[in-house]
């Protein structure tokens, strides 16, 4: 992509509106734009990066077995009134009446949907375990819809439902859940720590939701802070293994880790005091499981090995795709912008031209855009005819993790400058070893 064909509306002012870091950077860095309180427009760069932090989801989804759906964003109310939920729903449910005054809803879940979808098709134990999932647009009515996509009122969700046979095959489902999403979240450069959570409204005692710590978080934490250096790295994982799965699981959440609302006062004191942290964390994700609270009163029942209807056992999931860029932002940006993780970076790399014009300058810095093109790594060429400064502020608010920077000067002795957003560090060399280069940090990446 070359920036002077791009659409960048990059701001220069601090947006009034913005009260935290990830809200200010992505209004600055042209990637959303509010329509209205908690409603956004992604824009072409925003957009980058919420793709690719869908492909992740899916990536590790399809490595745990789960299989993707698409269900719509609208939903009849009927369903609801199945369950029982809505009544009880309460002001946060959008609630909408069609021209033949049949009442829907803009989802805010797919419990009611998945469980319709399960029993119309599926009636036997030998169909079992499922879980689907999705990446679907939500809409809750926040009361105070804030911080830019991290509370919005319409925000993208990946959404799971799990249909076992019983507790045990369900309780797998629910580790299964748990290991994917750790990987999930360590590829988007995050650490998510699993906290033992309340249910909500969507119900079960099991339930664990993911964290990542931020001072702007709206959660309060309380850690033992060993957990932050769990790693689990790429280790090869059998998902059907129960106990295997169940392991990590335990290595993940013996340490004490908990929100507010689960937090246990006597038990925290008994972490080593050097080692006992209160902070404040973002909810990135959650699990629970729910045993038959959908499928009872909704009749999703198989036919088990004895011949026997029974309810299927049921937990869902969830991934808060669109929280995840404020959350990600949070956690790595300076005073100059985003710094973003190889994982999610909209670009791999860019390039500055540091004279526009030049006729070798511009073809050393075609043939770099040509060699890693070639290699799938797609870099964000700054071509404007634009003073060096602002073309570097540019790069470093928007924050792509590399950058070749290539003048007249260097190029004279056959080289360009390689320089690592995170560190500030650069490193001359020939426009092939900075190809190479880019390639081989994202090998690391697929
Ligand atoms: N209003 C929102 N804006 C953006 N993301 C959200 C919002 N509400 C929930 N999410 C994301 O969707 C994930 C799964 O939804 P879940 O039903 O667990 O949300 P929740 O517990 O109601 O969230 P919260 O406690 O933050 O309101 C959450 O972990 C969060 O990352
Ligand atoms: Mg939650």
């Known amino acids: 992509m070359r920036l002077s064909r791009y659409f960048l509306p990059v701001l220069r002012e601090n947006p009034a509106e913005a009260q935290i870091v990830s809200h200010r950077y992505m209004l600055r860095a042209g990637m959303i734009k509010q329509q209205a309180a908690g409603i956004y427009s992604w824009l072409p760069l925003g957009y980058r990066v919420l793709r690719r932090i869908e492909d992740i989801v899916h990536q590790e989804q399809a490595r745990a077995g789960h299989i993707p759906l698409l269900m719509p964003t609208l939903q009849p109310a009927d369903l609801w009134r199945e ?8 002001q946060e449910m959008l609630r909408i009446t069609d021209r033949h005054k049949r009442d829907l809803l803009y989802g805010p879940t797919n419990e009611e949907m998945i469980t319709d979808i399960f029993r119309s098709h599926v009636g036997s134990y030998k169909d079992l375990p499922l879980t689907l999932y999705h990446i679907q647009w939500k809409f809750r009515d926040e009361i105070r819809p804030r911080f830019g996509v991290m509370r919005g009122r319409e925000f993208l969700m990946k959404d799971g439902y799990n249909f076992d046979i019983d507790k045990d095959a369900a309780l797998h489902a629910y580790n299964r859940h748990m290991v994917s999403y750790l990987r999930t979240y360590e590829r988007m450069g995050l650490t998510a720590i699993p906290m033992r959570a309340a249910s909500g409204p969507i119900g079960g005692d099991n339930t664990h939701e993911f964290l990542v710590l931020a001072a702007t978080g709206e959660s309060e934490v309380f850690y033992d802070d060993r957990v932050t250096g769990l790693k689990l790295g790429d280790r090869v994982v059998d998902f059907d293994d129960r106990a295997e799965v169940a392991g990590i699981c335990k290595e ?14 006597a038990l925290f004191d008994q972490i080593p005091e050097a080692h006992r942290k209160v902070g404040r964390g973002i909810e990135v994700g959650q699990i629970f499981y729910f045993s038959t609270k959908y499928s009872e009163p909704m009749g999703a029942v198989v036919v088990n090995d004895k011949g026997e209807r029974v309810p299927v056992h049921m937990g869902s999931h969830g991934i808060g795709v669109s929280r995840l860029l404020g959350a990600i932002i949070e956690a790595s940006h300076d005073d100059k912008g985003i710094i973003w993780p190889e994982g ?4 791999p790399v860019g390039i500055v031209n540091l004279k526009q014009g030049d006729a070798a300058t511009d073809a050393a810095c075609e043939g770099l855009y ?3 093109t070639a290699q799938g790594l797609e870099p964000l060429y700054d071509d404007r005819d634009e003073r060096a400064g602002a073309k570097f502020a540019t790069m470093d608010l928007i924050g792509l993790p590399w950058r070749i920077t290539v003048g007249p000067r260097g190029l004279a002795n056959g080289k360009v400058e390689l320089t690592s957003r995170r560190t500030g560090e650069s490193e001359e060399m020939s426009p092939e070893a900075a190809v190479d280069r880019i390639a081989q940090i994202y090998a690391a990446h697929p």
């Open 252 to 265: 993940f959440t013996t340490l004490y880790a908990r929100t507010d609302e689960t937090h246990d006062p």
């Open 344 to 347: 999610v970076t909209p670009f």
């Open 83 to 90: 369950s029982g939920r809505y009544d009880d729903y309460g």
């Open 370 to 372: 040509k060699a890693l």
